[in-house]
C-alpha cells in the first residue's frame, strides 16, 4: 500500500498536529526570502519610476542600508533583477541600472512590432467579440486613468491593451515573446507616451487599434499596429541617444 492510500485509510503514519491548531507540522519559511522579495520589489519600482536612473550603480551596503536589510539579501533582490534585464552586473565593478541605447530601443520596439503586428492580424480574423469588448474594457480603464492625471495607472492599462492583444491572438509563444520584454516595456512606456499631445489622445490612438482590429480586415489591423509600435521605437529611440544624465 502507497503512503498516500495508508492516509487516505486513516492509518497511523497520519501527521499529527503538536501546536493544537489542528494543521500538520510544517517547515517555516525563511524570512530573508520574503525580504528578498521586498527589496527587489521596491527597487523595481524605483528603476520603472525613474527614482533610481539609469546607469546609477547599485552599491551593496548603501542599499542594504537604505532598506534596513543584510547585504545578502539585497544580493538575492539583485538576481531578480538581472534576470528581468532591470539591471547587470559587472565583473569587479559591480551592479548597475541598466543602460538602454538607441540600439537596444529599436530592437526591443522591432520585436513587439512583428508579435504584435501578427497578434492583430490573428484577431482581426478570429473576429471574437468577447475577445474586442476585453480590449474595449483596458481602453476604458486609459481614459478613466487620463482623467484623473494618474500617469502610472496609463502606463499599466496601456501595457495591459498591449499584452493582453498578444494573449488573445491565440498564439501562446507569441504571447510568451511578448512576456520576456515586459520589464524593458515599463521602463520604455515612461518615455513611450512623450509624443501624445494630452493624455486623452493615449486612449484614442489605442481605439483606433481596436476598430482596425474589429472591422475584419487583416492587412489593415497589422498595419496599424506595426506602425503605432513603430512610431513610439523611433520617439523613444531618439531619447536614448542623449547620455545619461542629459
Known sequence: MTELGSRERGGSDRVSSTDGSGLPDMPQLAAPRKLAEDASSILREQILSGGLKRGTHLVEAKLAGKLGVSRGTVREAFKSLVAEGLIEEEPRRGAFVVTLSSSDVREIYDVRAAIEGLAAELLAGQRDASALAR????????????????????????????????ALSGNRRLHQVFLRHVPALQTLLVFDELPYASLDAIADQHQALLDAIASGDTELAARRVRKHVEDARDHVAAYFEEPPGA
Open 135 to 166: 480590449l474595449a474594457a483596458t481602453i476604458d480603464e486609459i481614459r478613466a486613468a487620463a482623467r484623473t492625471g494618474d500617469l502610472r495607472a496609463i502606463r499599466g492599462a496601456d501595457l495591459r491593451f498591449h499584452e493582453r492583444m498578444c
